[in-house]
Protein backbone atom coordinates (compact mmCIF):
# COMPACT_ATOMS: atom_id res chain seq x y z
CA UNK A 1 0.00 0.00 0.00
CA UNK A 2 1.35 3.61 -0.90
CA UNK A 3 1.87 6.00 1.69
CA UNK A 4 -0.69 8.83 1.11
CA UNK A 5 2.19 11.32 2.11
CA UNK A 6 3.90 13.65 -0.38
CA UNK A 7 7.46 14.05 0.06
CA UNK A 8 9.06 17.28 -0.36
CA UNK A 9 10.37 16.59 -3.56
CA UNK A 10 7.10 15.46 -5.01
CA UNK A 11 5.16 18.57 -3.14
CA UNK A 12 7.65 20.86 -5.08
CA UNK A 13 7.10 19.13 -8.56
CA UNK A 14 3.70 19.37 -8.13
CA UNK A 15 3.96 23.12 -6.87
CA UNK A 16 5.77 24.13 -9.96
CA UNK A 17 3.43 22.60 -12.33
CA UNK A 18 0.59 24.09 -10.84
CA UNK A 19 2.59 27.59 -11.17
CA UNK A 20 3.12 26.97 -15.06
CA UNK A 21 -0.03 26.09 -15.23
CA UNK A 22 -1.28 28.71 -13.72
CA UNK A 23 1.08 31.19 -15.69
CA UNK A 24 0.19 29.83 -18.59
CA UNK A 25 -3.57 30.30 -17.98
CA UNK A 26 -3.14 34.48 -17.37
CA UNK A 27 -0.88 34.64 -20.28
CA UNK A 28 -3.86 33.30 -22.43
CA UNK A 29 -6.54 35.22 -20.63
CA UNK A 30 -4.84 38.30 -21.15
CA UNK A 31 -3.83 37.43 -25.06
CA UNK A 32 -8.19 36.78 -25.72
CA UNK A 33 -8.81 40.48 -27.34
CA UNK A 34 -12.27 40.97 -26.13
CA UNK A 35 -11.15 40.85 -22.54
CA UNK A 36 -8.83 43.85 -22.32
CA UNK A 37 -11.25 46.41 -22.64
CA UNK A 38 -11.32 47.17 -26.32
CA UNK A 39 -10.93 44.91 -29.36
CA UNK A 40 -7.42 44.49 -30.32
CA UNK A 41 -7.70 45.81 -33.56
CA UNK A 42 -8.96 49.34 -32.40
CA UNK A 43 -7.15 52.26 -32.89
CA UNK A 44 -7.62 55.85 -33.20
CA UNK A 45 -8.85 56.79 -36.24
CA UNK A 46 -9.23 60.62 -36.92
CA UNK A 47 -5.77 61.03 -35.49
CA UNK A 48 -6.28 62.00 -31.79
CA UNK A 49 -8.75 64.79 -32.48
CA UNK A 50 -11.82 63.52 -30.97
CA UNK A 51 -14.37 66.34 -31.36
CA UNK A 52 -14.00 65.85 -35.37
CA UNK A 53 -14.10 62.04 -35.01
CA UNK A 54 -17.76 60.68 -35.82
CA UNK A 55 -16.65 57.62 -33.46
CA UNK A 56 -15.85 59.25 -30.25
CA UNK A 57 -19.07 58.00 -28.72
CA UNK A 58 -18.45 54.73 -28.54
CA UNK A 59 -14.78 54.87 -28.37
CA UNK A 60 -13.11 53.51 -25.69
CA UNK A 61 -9.32 54.71 -26.38
CA UNK A 62 -7.72 56.38 -23.33
CA UNK A 63 -7.44 59.92 -25.18
CA UNK A 64 -11.40 59.35 -26.48
CA UNK A 65 -12.52 58.83 -22.55
CA UNK A 66 -10.67 62.03 -21.61
CA UNK A 67 -12.42 64.05 -23.91
CA UNK A 68 -15.90 62.92 -23.31
CA UNK A 69 -15.16 63.75 -19.44
CA UNK A 70 -13.77 66.88 -20.09
CA UNK A 71 -16.79 67.39 -22.52
CA UNK A 72 -19.71 65.64 -20.77
CA UNK A 73 -20.62 63.82 -23.55
CA UNK A 74 -21.05 59.99 -22.86
Do not use: N
Not at 22 to 41: C, E, T, Y
Not at 46 to 60: F, L, T, W
Request: hydrophobic fraction near 35%; charge should be positive.
Amino acid sequence: MRDEHMDRREFLKTLGRLAAFGGLALIGIKALPGLSGRPADESCRSDGICPKCAAAADCGLPQALSFKRETGRS
